[in-house]
């Protein structure tokens, strides 16, 4: 059977506006609608939540159920990482003082620098970072990218955060530093940031140092992932690892670099309101290299002392703790 397409503004309408569709024929229907003025939330879809449009096309029949269908479009909001505030660098620096047996054992400090604020999936983030070790124990310095999802509903909160691309350097033994001059790591495929009132997407970089028997010194650098791209007209932000490895050593130098005299609270902190993370803060940033992680001290001597039980513990903040008894 074969059928002719019609358009409705040609068919007859009667007088109520109505107008009948003869069987064996194809009808279109030309419509348009008007999107809501004013910011929508971009479509998101998360572990609690999200955000999704549909629009709905419906055919009522006599003393039949209507035919209806449903199709959902996306909608994307505009982000432009060449705005200045997203081009300007970000900095900061962090310092711990490590004990052992409640008996001071030095101290290690990240000082870190990246070009702007604002990136694009697949772009290159180029950290520059100097970590200075003056405990006892051989530390590993790290980085990785952060995602934080927020949903708040009817004043509860809900939390989770998940670490995507990490990236890690050399071990630093007791005394010694190390330089980062341009280290890149890429974002990998992920939405943009959202910041509406019920369902927040953030994303940071957390430069951290892995310190055997203590927890981890973490600083964390707040980013923007955009829809815009970076259009590389300013050659002081740009985020090729060539220009980041132009930067002279002399304006990297630790004497220049301040820190803190107490350490921070760490990024982590849930106030007591909001619910608890879905994950400890700890096996969050625990990612395996293939390799055995360092020793606590440099030098140690061995006993045959017999195995001790060891439990753990989860604090107030969902940091879990390794306790030998």
């Not at 209507?66 to 660098?89: A, G, M, R, S």
């Not at 970076?230 to 130098?253: D, I, K, W």
């Amino acid at each position: 059977m074969t059928s002719d397409t019609n358009d409705f503004p040609s068919c007859s309408a009667d007088v109520d506006g109505s107008m009948f569709l003869q069987p064996g024929k194809m009808y279109e229907y030309s419509f348009t609608f008007q999107v809501p003025e004013g910011p929508l939330p971009p479509s998101f879809k998360g572990k609690y939540g999200g955000v999704c449009y549909l629009i709905t096309a419906y055919v009522d029949r006599e003393k039949q159920l209507p035919l209806e269908i449903t199709k959902n479009f996306d909608v994307v909001e505009p982000i432009d990482v060449n705005t200045p505030t997203l081009l300007c660098p970000v900095v900061g620096s962090n310092k711990k003082k490590v004990t052992c047996f409640f008996l001071s054992d030095g101290y290690v400090c990240i000082a870190a620098k990246i070009d702007r604020k604002g990136y694009c999936q697949g772009d290159q983030i180029c950290i520059n970072a100097q970590f200075q070790n003056n405990c006892s124990r051989i530390v590993v310095p790290k980085a990785a990218i952060l995602a934080k999802q927020t949903y708040k509903v009817s004043g509860n909160t809900k939390v989770v955060k998940e670490k995507l691309n990490s990236v890690r350097g050399n071990h630093i033994i007791s005394g010694m530093s190390e330089s980062w001059c341009g280290k890149c790591l890429q974002i990998p495929t992920v939405k943009p940031s959202i910041s509406s009132q019920i369902i927040r997407l953030e994303y940071s970089l957390l430069v951290y140092v892995h310190i055997p028997g203590s927890k981890k010194l973490v600083l964390e650098l707040p980013l923007v992932i955009g829809t815009i791209p970076y259009n590389g007209m300013n050659s002081r932000t740009s985020s090729t690892a060539s220009n980041c490895s132009s930067v002279s050593s002399s304006s990297m130098s630790w004497p220049h670099m301040e820190f803190p005299e107490q350490a921070p609270a760490t990024p982590f902190d849930v106030s007591s309101g909001s619910h608890r993370l879905e994950c400890p803060t700890t096996p969050l940033l625990d990612d395996f290299d293939g390799l055995p992680e360092s020793p606590i001290f440099m030098k140690s001597t061995v006993f045959s002392y017999g195995s001790s039980p060891v439990s753990s513990e989860v604090d107030e903040n969902g940091n879990c703790e390794c306790m030998v008894e």
